[in-house]
C-alpha cells in the first residue's frame, strides 16, 4: 500500500506538471474549447497509462536490445513535435472558426504518446524504479497502470479546463494569436532534453 502511495505522488508530480502532452491540451482547450477537445483528453488518460502497461509488461525489452530503433522512434517523435510546434503557432483563429484547423482525435492523441519524449521517461522511470525483482512484476506494473489512469484525468484536466477559461480572456484575434505563438514556442522548449539525449548518444558512439 505504502508503495502505491509513492507511485500516486509520482504520477501526479510528473503528470501535472508542463510537457507536449499539458501544453497541446490546454492550446486545445483555447481554440477549440473544451466538448472539441474532449476526445484529445480521453486519448492522453488512456493512451498513457496503456503505454505504461506495455513498457511494464517487457515491450521495452525490445528497445533494450535495439537502442537504434529506440533513438529513431526519438528523432521521429523530435520531428513530429517541431511539426506540431508550427501547427499551434501558425493556427489562426479565423481558420479554426472556418473548421479549416482541427483538434486531436482519440487515436491521433493516443498515438502520440509513443513519440513523446517525456512520456517515455515516465513510463520506463516509473517501471524502473517501482518493480521490484523479488516482488510480483504484473501486479507491481498493474498497480503503476492504475496510479497514471487515477492522476490523468484530473492533472490533464486542469490543463484543458485552464485552457477553455483563457479562451474567454483571449477572445481578441490578436491575443489569441500571440498566445498560439507562445504555446508553440514552449513546445520547442519542451523539446530540449530529448534533444540533449540524442546528441549525448549519438556523440557516445562515435568516440
Known sequence: MDI???????????????????IMIMSSGVNYGVRAS???????????????????????????RFP???QLIKVVGVVYLFWLAWHIASAEPKAIERGEKKPF???????FQ???????????????TYTTVTGNQYFEVLAITLAFLLMAFPCVGVWLVFGSLLR??????????????????ILVASIVPVLQELWYFYTARSW
Do not use: E, Y
Open 4 to 22: 502505491f502511495i509513492a507511485v500516486l505522488f509520482f504520477a501526479f508530480s510528473t503528470t501535472v506538471t508542463p510537457g507536449p502532452n499539458n
Open 38 to 64: 474532449l476526445p484529445h483528453f480521453l486519448g492522453i488518460c488512456l493512451g498513457f497509462p496503456f503505454m505504461v502497461l506495455l513498457v511494464g509488461l517487457g515491450f521495452g525489452v525490445i528497445f533494450d
Open 68 to 70: 537504434n530503433l529506440h
Open 105 to 111: 482525435s482519440f487515436w491521433q492523441a493516443v498515438l
Open 114 to 128: 509513443w513519440v513523446n519524449g517525456k512520456a517515455w521517461m515516465m513510463a520506463s522511470g516509473a517501471v524502473a
Open 168 to 185: 474567454k480572456v483571449l477572445s481578441k484575434p490578436l491575443l489569441q494569436r500571440i498566445f498560439n505563438i507562445t504555446m508553440g514556442l
